[in-house]
């Protein structure tokens, strides 16, 4: 089983809509997604009621994730960790422990612009029109790594 982890800041608005998208694009039989943050600011708490309405706009249920720290744990947990930004990218390079857990850690949006390292904005302090494009930005991202991965 290929187990993928999303990671943002705070684990409510980006990385929850992307393991959700991710999640719908694969076989749960053959793959494991799930998602943190680099920060614990929202452990416990369920993803922010934006990224849940977009998500359910596009069909999707991400209402009952709970939002969890990063760990360095977590390398010897998962096989691909997708960041959303470069402060997402340095948080959880500095928890690596070698260069096998650093191979790793990816940006996200590299999947669709390859070696840009372009960021996910972070939508929290924007209007509703930020969360429907970080959605877009993230299916498409989330559509070539299950095309990879399948």
């Known amino acids: 089983m290929t187990k ?3 990671v943002c800041l705070g684990n409510i608005c980006r990385s929850p809509l992307a393991e959700g998208i991710l999640r719908s694009k694969l076989s749960s ?3 494991q997604v799930d ?3 680099t920060a614990n600011y929202h452990t416990g708490s369920s993803p922010d009621k934006r990224s849940i309405a977009v998500a359910r706009k596009y069909g999707l249920d991400i209402s009952h994730l709970r939002g969890r720290q990063f760990k360095t744990s977590d390398f010897d947990s998962f096989d691909l960790i997708y960041v959303m930004d470069e402060s997402n990218y340095r948080n959880v390079i500095s928890l690596a422990r070698n260069d096998e857990n650093k191979t790793k850690v990816k940006f996200i949006l590299n999947e669709v612009y390859p070696n ?3 960021d996910v904005p972070d939508p929290y302090y924007g209007g509703d029109d930020g969360f429907e494009n970080v959605y877009k ?3 498409e991202a989330c559509e070539v790594i299950a095309k990879n991965l399948t």
């Open 4 to 6: 993928i982890l999303m």
């Open 116 to 118: 840009q390292n372009y």
């Open 137 to 139: 930005m993230l299916d």
């Open 29 to 31: 039989d053959l793959f």
């Open 35 to 37: 998602s943190a943050g």
